[in-house]
């Protein structure tokens, strides 16, 4: 089993990114009822969480990215997305992919995201 990010790159100010995250060699019940966390890591500074959806979709988002990202996740595909608009330079970082709950604790490797001012 294995989480895979996919969509990050490098970006102007204000524009827009969308990130994938992709859990194979996992069945639905198993990826369904649990949380997927986004995290980021910029250089030089702690991870931090971005934001979260529960298998029920419930949502939390970080005060910094509140009203610019958008989290979803569909269990058909055991994929999740995070949707980043309006994109600041201080959005620069590692974005990580984190699926917790019921005994699993599982992470991605990582996509880059660079925004330029």
């Known amino acids: 089993v294995q989480l895979v990010e996919s969509g990050g790159g490098m970006v102007q100010g204000g524009g827009s990114l969308r990130l994938s995250c992709v859990a194979r060699g996992m069945i639905f019940s198993e990826y369904s009822p649990r949380t997927v966390t986004w995290y980021r890591q910029a250089p030089g500074k702690q991870r931090e969480v971005v934001a979260s959806?529960?298998?029920?979709?419930?949502?939390n988002y970080a005060d910094a990215v509140q009203g610019r990202f958008t989290i979803s996740r569909d269990n058909s595909r055991k994929t999740a997305w995070l949707q980043m608009n309006s994109l600041k330079p201080d959005d620069t970082g590692v974005y990580f992919c984190?699926?917790?709950?019921?005994?699993?604790?599982?992470w991605g490797q990582g996509t880059q995201v660079t925004v330029s001012s």
């Open positions: 984190n699926l917790n709950g019921r005994g699993a604790d599982l």
């Open positions: 959806i529960t298998g029920g979709r419930i949502t």
